[in-house]
């Protein structure tokens, strides 16, 4: 694993209890960062508490990301615990339902349009003007393959990715001038547990689409994000940066 210099640098993960986001707390630790887990699932959140305590210092919270004072409240939490917040990884997502738009119901439609992209606007939102006195920042949204091309029975999914391409270029485009750059990575499948809510025939046509034949590891993606997350990364802001084993097509 090559090492990346994020030695005491304060860090916010969502969905940090588990899949791609503990697997970037997991990194972030090892190249020196503090980590801030924010997950809604308590339980979860204890149990990686515990388990990467001795891996560097490791702060969590209980946090409801389609809820704004929920985001607010841990902002103003994980600043006191930690004296100042560099890094943010917009990372807590999920699947929703699998089927034709006009099958859905809208209630399904919102709930994964208020955790996927509302909930990186509250993120941002509680947290930018945390890094603008400092003059510093990384945020890294993870976005999706699905929010360039679109997948078939994902509707909302697809279109609450595709909000967050075109959030993360907005929003660098405020901060350019500000220290605080913003990108985002947009995977293929990545093999977590997110995969067992999505039926195995829309398993099987996602990983027909890569051309390597194979889905991503947890650990290809935390290794993309740290570099984003790092000083070395300092010229690129509003870009999205692909990680689908070939699948990219623009």
Request: hydrophobic letters at 40%; proline letters at 4%.
């Amino acid at each position: 694993m090559n090492k990346i210099d994020l030695a005491g640098r304060k860090a916010v993960v969502t969905g940090g209890a588990r899949g791609i986001g503990y697997a970037i707390v997991e990194r972030l630790l090892a190249s020196g960062a503090s980590c801030s887990l924010w997950d809604r699932d308590a339980a979860r959140l204890e149990q990686a508490e515990k388990s990467l305590s001795a891996a560097g210092r490791v702060h969590t919270a209980v946090v409801d990301i389609t809820r704004p004072e929920s985001t607010q409240a841990a902002a103003e939490a994980t600043f006191k615990h930690f004296g100042g917040i560099d890094i943010l990884v917009n990372n807590a997502g999920i699947a929703g339902a699998t089927r034709p738009l006009w099958e859905m119901t809208p209630t399904e439609w919102h709930e994964v349009i208020e955790v996927n992209l509302l909930g990186v606007f509250h993120c941002c939102h509680a947290i930018v003007p945390k890094m603008l006195p400092q003059k510093y920042g990384r945020i890294v949204n993870i976005a999706s393959i699905a929010g360039k091309e679109g997948n078939p029975n994902a509707s909302h999914y697809s279109a609450s990715k595709a909000g967050v391409i075109a959030l993360t270029k907005s929003l660098s485009k405020e901060l350019a001038k500000s220290g605080i750059l913003v990108n985002c990575v947009t995977p293929a499948v990545i093999q977590t547990e997110i995969l067992d809510s999505v039926p195995q025939s829309h398993v099987d046509y996602m990983r027909s689409r890569i051309p390597m034949d194979r889905f991503g590891r947890k650990e290809e993606a935390a290794a993309m994000v740290a570099w984003l997350c790092s000083e070395d990364c300092s010229f690129s802001t509003g870009a999205v940066f692909d990680l689908s084993g070939g699948r990219a097509t623009y």
